[in-house]
């Protein structure tokens, strides 16, 4: 493949994915390790971690950190339940509550290691309605990424704050929450602590979270 045929091929695959190819991707399309070395060296392509490259030219997209992680571990052609984007990265991707990111959390329906600094990947399976579809990137509904937070361990008042940026986004509802309080394993004492945070900070008209059984 020519040195021009190469860039049209990285460039046509990065256009659909944020700027962004793996290496992988450029393999798949007939770009060798050294013709991409030579594109990288020549200003053509950055590399932003191992296995990912950005396109000249191509802005750097919101929440780079957390899409280069995913794509670098996604294997295409798996149902988009195979990895998908979870706890405080989730809450960022939907732009709801205010954490610090220690590490970014991927899901899989297996145990598998990420091989990457700063990415967990944790056994669960999810089903379709568990995952939404944001930024390009499979990530758990809003619902789910509070849940999930607080199987984490975050604060239940934090993670409260995180839910009145849902709830006013209109990403979610009261009751989405409260059946996915139950859905995922959170501490009965976290449970509460958030339903209490929660209650008092939404208007009074709004559906109770404590499901009929409380």
């Not at 998908?84 to 989730?90: I, R």
């Not at 990947?121 to 789910?144: C, D, K, Q, Y």
């Not at 239940?156 to 059946?179: H, K, M, S, Y």
């Not at 959170?186 to 709004?206: G, H, N, P, S």
Request: aromatic share 4%; hydrophobic share 45%.
């Amino acid at each position: 493949m020519g040195w021009h045929d190469g860039q049209r091929a990285i460039n046509a695959i990065a256009a659909e994915q944020w700027g962004l190819v793996t290496t992988r991707q450029a393999f798949g399309a007939g770009v060798n390790r050294m013709h991409l070395s030579r594109l990288a060296a020549a200003g053509l392509a950055e590399r932003l971690s191992q296995g990912v490259y950005r396109v000249a030219g191509a802005p750097q997209p919101e929440h780079q950190e957390i899409l280069v992680a995913w794509l670098a571990l996604h294997e295409f052609g798996q149902p988009r339940t195979s990895l998908v984007v979870g706890g405080v990265a989730a809450a960022q991707l939907h732009g709801i509550g205010q954490f610090w990111m220690r590490e970014i959390d991927l899901l899989a329906p297996t145990r598998r290691r990420s091989g990457r600094d700063g990415v967990r990947i944790r056994a669960t399976r999810l089903g379709e309605r568990e995952v939404v579809t944001v930024h390009g990137v499979p990530t758990l509904a809003p619902s789910h990424t509070i849940s999930d937070l607080l199987v984490l361990g975050e604060s239940p008042d934090t993670v409260a704050d995180a839910a009145v940026d849902a709830l006013e986004l209109g990403i979610t509802t009261t009751a989405a929450i409260r059946e996915a309080l139950l859905d995922q394993p959170v501490a009965d004492a976290a449970r509460e602590m958030f339903t209490d945070a929660l209650e008092q900070r939404i208007a009074t008209d709004q559906t109770s979270l404590r499901s009929p059984r409380d």
